[in-house]
């Protein structure tokens, strides 16, 4: 039975790999900040005993290593699948509100943490039998698609770098035979706009993405749709395409 571990497993996108992968009879172990309030997830486990649930705030390097720690010696992992990122809102992101503290939050979050937690769990991954690490960048931290508005400086600046990473760890580890992977899953409805009622104008927050949706020129996708393409991409990724960056449906990205 292979065995992955999904980071921010509770929700959106983490918590629609927990689904598909449990289902297809591997063993996941699901890391969230929080298990007590994960009520979805702690759903999924309690009807599936192959899901185990694990504590993880990638923001803390303590947290990184108490996680390492529990997992001990003992679990091989196929693949390590880096999903949890922290988007932050997005005024403190905009020129002239800019301050350290969303920076380096996001930075902690979507790059060092990642990093810590790839280099904790290598002696796992080393033992398993697939030996992929696969890491979930974003269409927003490519440098060869930024366009208008510019927004969201921390999460995109973050997203590079863990892009950086993750080309670099795949340059380092081929010769080990290790695959690394990037992907990007697309624009994804995590939010359920998809299925609001005409006359609903969800939540205030994202009023101007409903109605973009709406007028078809944000193409959302459903998590189910971007999730079965990423892992069709993750149980092909060879050896040789490691390092690449690639869309969920398997179109290569610029970076
Ligand atoms: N949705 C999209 O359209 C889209 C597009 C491009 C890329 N992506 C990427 O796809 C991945 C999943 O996206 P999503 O839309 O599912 O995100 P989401 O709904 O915002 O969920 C983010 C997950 O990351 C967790 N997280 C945030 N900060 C964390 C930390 N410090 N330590 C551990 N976990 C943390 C969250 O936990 P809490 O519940 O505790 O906050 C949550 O489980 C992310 O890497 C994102 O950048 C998404």
Redesign the pocket.
């Known amino acids: 039975m292979p065995a992955i571990l999904i980071?921010?497993?509770?929700?959106?996108?983490?918590l629609e790999f927990v689904r598909q992968y449990a289902d297809c009879g591997w063993r996941v172990i699901a890391?969230?900040?929080?298990p007590a309030t994960a009520a979805n997830l702690r759903g999924l486990a309690g009807a599936e005993p192959r899901i185990r649930i694990e504590a993880?705030?990638?923001?803390s390097p303590a947290s990184i290593d108490a996680l390492a720690g529990r997992l001990g010696g003992d679990l091989p992992l196929d693949v390590l699948l880096?999903?949890?990122?922290?988007?932050g809102p997005g005024g403190s992101q905009l020129l002239g509100a800019w301050e350290e503290a969303p920076f380096l939050e996001a930075f902690?979050?979507?790059a060092l943490?990642p990093a810590l937690l790839t280099q904790r769990l290598l002696p796992l991954v080393e033992a398993g039998s697939q030996r992929k690490i696969i890491f979930?960048?974003?269409?927003?931290g490519s440098i060869g698609l930024l366009q208008p508005p510019a927004n969201l400086y921390a999460?995109r600046a973050s997203?590079a770098a863990l892009h950086l990473i993750a080309r670099n760890l795949a340059l380092e580890l081929k010769p080990r035979g290790l695959v690394v992977g990037l992907v990007?899953?697309?624009?994804?409805d995590?939010r359920g706009l998809l299925d609001l009622a005409p006359e609903d104008p969800g939540p205030p927050d994202l009023q101007h993405l409903v109605k973009l949706v709406r007028a078809g020129v944000v193409p959302l996708i459903r998590?189910a749709a971007s999730v079965t393409g990423m892992r069709a991409l993750i149980d092909s990724w060879t050896l040789d395409q490691s390092g690449v960056f690639l869309n969920y449906d398997a179109q290569p990205l610029p970076w």
């Open positions: 980071t921010g497993a509770n929700r959106g996108i983490g890391t969230c900040r929080d993880l705030d990638l923001a880096h999903n949890a990122a922290l988007l902690r979050a979507n943490g979930l960048g974003s269409a927003a999460y997203k990007n899953p697309g624009l994804v995590t998590p």
